[in-house]
């Protein structure tokens, strides 16, 4: 397993910009496949974006599609998130998760390692 810490959470104003970044250690981080999520308060937890162990493939909720954009650099162990045009409704504690497994997957269960989270304000 990897650990995780997330960084990057803050308070914006509606139409800002965020990037999150995830530090991941250990040797082999590039053979995880890798995820963002989010849990707003009294909510379950929700799938925000996903990226394969190479980088080559991506998937992402509807609710964040043409605002959010993830990536990762392997060199790094790192895994970013921007996040831009944000929204109140995008306020949330965001996770950075990990599996390994190849298939990028939305469902938080099949997530074996977590960071502690980081929280995202959006006033409006």
């Known amino acids: 397993q990897v650990q995780l810490v997330e960084t990057g959470g803050g308070l914006v104003q509606a139409g800002g910009s965020l990037r999150l970044s995830c530090a991941a250690s250990?040797?082999?981080?590039?053979?995880?496949?890798m995820g963002w999520f989010r849990q707003a308060p009294g909510k379950e937890r929700k799938f925000v974006a996903g990226?394969?162990?190479?980088?080559?493939?991506?998937l992402y909720a509807d609710s964040v599609k043409g605002r959010f954009t993830i990536s990762r650099d392997n060199a790094k162990n790192t895994v970013s998130l921007q996040m831009n045009s944000l929204k109140p409704e995008d306020t949330a504690v965001y996770f950075c998760?990990?599996?390994?497994?190849?298939?990028?997957?939305?469902?938080?269960?099949?997530?074996?390692?977590w960071g502690q989270g980081t929280q995202v304000t959006v006033s409006s």
């Open positions: 990226i394969s162990y190479n980088g080559g493939s991506t």
């Open positions: 998760a990990a599996r390994h497994f190849p298939a990028i997957i939305t469902t938080p269960s099949y997530f074996g390692s």
């Open positions: 250990g040797r082999t981080f590039s053979t995880y496949t």
